[in-house]
């Protein structure tokens, strides 16, 4: 299949630190491609770069044949873009907001209204065009933010988080218009998220970064075999207990992962029946069991297995710290 | 499309909001003029029954003639001294504004071409010129020749002091020249800033950098909007100070000249304030580096303090701050009612290098977009 971005060697300091180490990544055209990773794993970093607005260290872009970095201007009219924060002028209506961005996309001045009725269309915001965007509710912000982008046909679609901070039914609807226009269009997507949910039902592939590094990269099918097989065991105790029943796990045979309320294994072939021994021997300790679960491995367990901690949007510790070194050096 | 083109459409952004916002933006721009003309401009409103004090030593028919002449306006409050002594004292304390000396044998040269001395207390420039133009007034009616001289130096005919105004002239002139070129400059550095910087929070000017535009027609776009944001604001200050009661002496040309000096400032200060808001972040920040930059600008430029009186070590500022030279220029048009060629010229030209200069530093800190990502 055709390779739509390629991104060679990507690598972006800020100083002394390395926010992109060494990324290679091939997006292929018509896919749906997302690159997950926790906060300050170096995810905006490297849509940055992709869209011209950060030099890499060193490295190569290239989007649909255009080197980003030689020519940057002519590489950005092949990307649509919807940004992590939603853009859209509130002193501005529907239509005058679309207006400016097609112009801005140097859409000819004679398509320019067809244009505009058919982002409307798309975003569902017809009956709302003349209204001022300020008064419209955070999904149908969004909603106008992607018709935005998509105004000019571009060959790319590139997401930053489109759907944090939304509520269930927003998100489904922007994964609706996105399955959309990939199908439609054939548009190809490059997403970011936090949301491991998001990326195995949206994505055909999947790349993890953490700490820069791109740590795997395959289809979520793929991504969960790494786990091997059978489903994942999850037992919530007090926080006191969780080295205990580790160590049950640990008789049991099985690898436990400890997190802040949990301790989580993968079951192998012979999963419920460890479960029932695990239930046994936890009860004999006297230790009281909050929940107990058994699911398919999600790409959270893959995540977990990969970096021994978990995908949250909370501010875990790393999380925190990291996000706090990124600000330190002045972004 | 190119570079004008990009600059046109984001320009065209800015005048929709502007529209949205009409009647907020009106009634900002009548704000700060009216205050401001209604605070000062009642200063400079001819005060009345101004005390001056008169010692008649000559005590003939001239003097009587001279005193009933200034006692017949009610512009001055005549109190009688008997010796110049005791009216200097008056004077001192500021109880009177000017003191007036009839010398002996003023009636004898036939009142035509006797001296006399007057002597102003400066600490209140308004009274001051009421005192000293009564006087002038009635003493030409007698044909005698005045001299004013400082406090201090008694008895020293010496030339009639040099005010900030003329002393018949309009004080609001002189007030309105100085808001219009206040007016202008202020608003310049805060609206074509602020834009700049609550696009850069509300991420827009991310988003605009992720279009295949020149990135320079963002600049452009914002220089030219804060140019016609503060000319919009100092044109509705000129019209409200023109129906207060300022004159423009040059006339109708002189309006037109007037008004565009006051779009060159507008167009230099929006371009100081993009360069400025080229890099600053927080909206803090800049009011505070802009506030610190446009007060003195605008004090030490003339706009209410006449450069003269400034202390010599502020001389350096005053010669290379662009607002001196536009503020001159504003006075010329409607104080002298005469602007040399020349001068609108060489103004023109200080006025457009700046911009140019601004600009280009605007560019050059703008050169570098991973700077804009928050």
């Known amino acids: ?331 | 499309m190119g570079l004008l083109g990009d600059t046109y459409t984001l320009f065209l952004r800015e005048m929709l909001i502007f529209k949205k916002n009409m009647t907020m933006n009106i009634a900002r721009s009548l704000m700060f003029p009216l205050i401001f003309i209604l605070v000062l401009g009642s200063f400079g409103s001819s005060p009345k029954n101004v005390p001056i004090a008169v010692v008649n030593y000559d005590n003939g028919l001239g003097a009587l003639r001279l005193i009933n002449l200034l006692q017949s306006g009610n512009n001055v409050e005549v109190i009688s001294a008997t010796t110049q002594q005791q009216a200097m004292a008056l004077l001192s304390k500021s109880t009177v504004a000017a003191v007036v000396v009839i010398p002996t044998g003023f009636t004898q040269s036939g009142g035509t071409d006797g001296s006399i001395y007057v002597y102003l207390d400066n600490s209140q420039p308004q009274s001051t010129a009421v005192a000293s133009a009564d006087v002038n007034a009635a003493a030409s009616q007698l044909g005698a020749k005045t001299a004013v001289s400082s406090v201090g130096k008694p008895g020293i005919i010496s030339v009639i002091a040099n005010y900030a105004y003329g002393a018949g002239s309009n004080y609001i002139s002189f007030v309105v020249g100085g808001l219009l070129v206040m007016v202008v400059s202020f608003g310049a550095v805060f609206t074509a800033g602020f834009t700049m910087l609550s696009d850069r929070e509300l991420g827009n000017l991310k988003a605009f950098l992720t279009t295949p535009i020149n990135k320079f027609a963002i600049l452009l776009s914002k220089i030219f909007y804060g140019t016609f944001q503060s000319f919009f604001s100092a044109f509705v200050g000129l019209i409200i100070g023109l129906m207060y009661g300022a004159t423009i002496a040059a006339g109708i040309v002189g309006f037109f000249e007037l008004i565009w000096i006051i779009f060159l400032v507008g167009f230099g200060f929006s371009a100081m304030a993009i360069a400025l808001a080229a890099r600053t972040k927080q909206l803090q920040t800049y009011a505070l580096v802009g506030q610190t930059i446009i007060m003195p600008l605008s004090f030490l430029g003339g706009a209410f303090v006449p450069t003269a009186l400034l202390p010599a070590f502020l001389l350096p500022i005053v010669t290379v701050n662009p607002l001196t030279y536009a503020v001159n220029a504003v006075r010329d048009v409607m104080i002298k009612g005469f602007l040399p060629t020349a001068t609108l010229v060489s103004v023109s030209a200080i006025l457009l290098t700046f911009t140019a200069v601004m600009t280009a530093l605007a560019f050059i800190l703008f050169r570098d977009t991973s700077k804009q990502l928050t």
């Open chain 1, 1 to 331: 299949m055709e390779n739509i971005i390629e991104i060679k060697n990507l690598v972006k300091k800020f100083g002394d630190f390395t926010a992109v180490n060494d990324i290679s990544i091939n997006i292929r055209k018509g896919e749906i491609f997302g690159l997950l990773g926790p906060n300050g794993a170096g995810k905006s970093t490297t849509i940055n770069m992709i869209l011209g607005l950060l030099s890499p260290t060193s490295g190569k872009i290239m989007v649909n044949g255009i080197d980003m970095q030689k020519e940057p201007e002519k590489a950005r009219n092949e990307i649509g873009i919807v940004t992590q924060e939603t853009v859209v002028e509130p002193e501005l209506t529907g239509e005058q907001n679309l207006m400016i961005f097609g112009r801005l996309y140097h859409i000819p001045a004679a398509e320019l209204k067809k244009d505009i009725d058919t982002a409307l269309k798309l975003a569902d915001l017809t009956d709302f065009k003349d209204a001022y965007a300020g008064t419209y509710s955070g999904g149908m912000k969004r909603r106008l933010e992607t018709a935005k982008s998509l105004m000019h046909a571009p060959e790319i679609m590139l997401l930053d988080e489109p759907t944090t901070g939304l509520d269930i039914q927003n998100r489904a609807k922007i994964w609706d218009v996105l399955r959309g226009i990939n199908r439609n269009q054939n548009v190809t997507i490059l997403m970011t998220t936090q949301y491991l949910e998001e990326a195995d039902q949206l994505c055909n592939r999947i790349g993890i970064i953490d700490h820069g590094k791109l740590i795997a990269l395959g289809t979520p099918t793929e991504l969960r075999q790494k786990i091997g097989a059978g489903n994942m065991i999850e037992v919530s105790v007090d926080k006191d207990d969780l080295q205990k029943v580790a160590a049950v796990f640990k008789k049991a045979g099985l690898e436990p992962k400890i997190l802040t309320n949990k301790v989580v294994a993968a079951g192998g072939s012979k999963g419920t029946e460890k479960i029932t021994e695990l239930v046994k021997a936890i009860s004999a300790s006297r230790i009281a069991i909050h929940n107990i679960s058994m699911h398919e491995p999600t790409i959270d367990d893959v995540f977990l297995k990969l970096t021994g901690s978990e995908v949250r949007d909370t501010t875990g510790d790393f999380q925190g710290g990291r996000g706090r070194m990124m600000m330190g050096r002045g972004r």
